[in-house]
């Protein structure tokens, strides 16, 4: 049966107006390691839901308190292919800390590219990812941003339906 989990997805416009989003790069190690996401993780019985499973986690992973989160919409659950997880993704408008707060060892950095850069044509192809429970390297789609790695996989598969709703306006962000 696969874990419940949640992420959130937090967008936010910068000085000059720019619709952001909100990605972790996740520490080396374990099954998502390396790789660029968006905050979140396993529901737990304390979280009552997995709404408050993502608050919980986007406050944990990268210092976002919930006061700063408004809910823009509960986005349709998608299952991961390889880590047996159905995940709830939390559309949500932010007011960004002054600075983000990675937790140690297990985020890296916190990104936070335009959305046109993240649906740019140009930024779409395919490259070659390792991952640490294969073999050898996966020839996957993916988008580069302006540092390694590539975006891709889950969250690809998540942001790829998201991203031209979010450029046509339908939430208020």
Do not use: K
Not at 3 to 11: H, Q
Not at 52 to 75: C, K, N, Q, Y
């Amino acid at each position: 049966m696969p874990t419940p989990s949640a992420v959130l997805v937090p967008c936010f416009r910068d000085a000059a107006g720019q619709l952001r989003l909100v990605l972790v790069l996740r520490a080396p190690g374990g099954i998502h390691g390396n790789q660029l996401g968006l905050p979140g993780g396993r529901w737990e019985p304390r979280d009552g839901s997995l709404l408050e499973t993502a608050l919980r986690e986007a406050e944990e992973e990268i210092g976002l308190p919930r006061d700063a989160v408004e809910l823009l919409a509960e986005l349709e659950p998608l299952a991961t292919v390889v880590s047996d997880y159905v995940v709830q993704p939390f559309l949500a408008r932010i007011s960004p800390p002054a600075e983000w707060l990675p937790a140690r060892g297990e985020i890296v950095a916190v990104v936070a590219p335009t959305v046109a850069a993240l649906a740019a044509d140009e930024a779409r192809a395919l490259r070659e990812v390792t991952v640490e429970r294969r073999p050898g390297p996966l020839l996957v789609d993916s988008i580069l941003l302006e540092q390694e790695p590539p975006l891709w996989g889950f969250t690809l598969r998540l942001l790829d339906p998201l991203l031209p709703r979010l450029l046509a306006g339908e939430w208020p962000v």
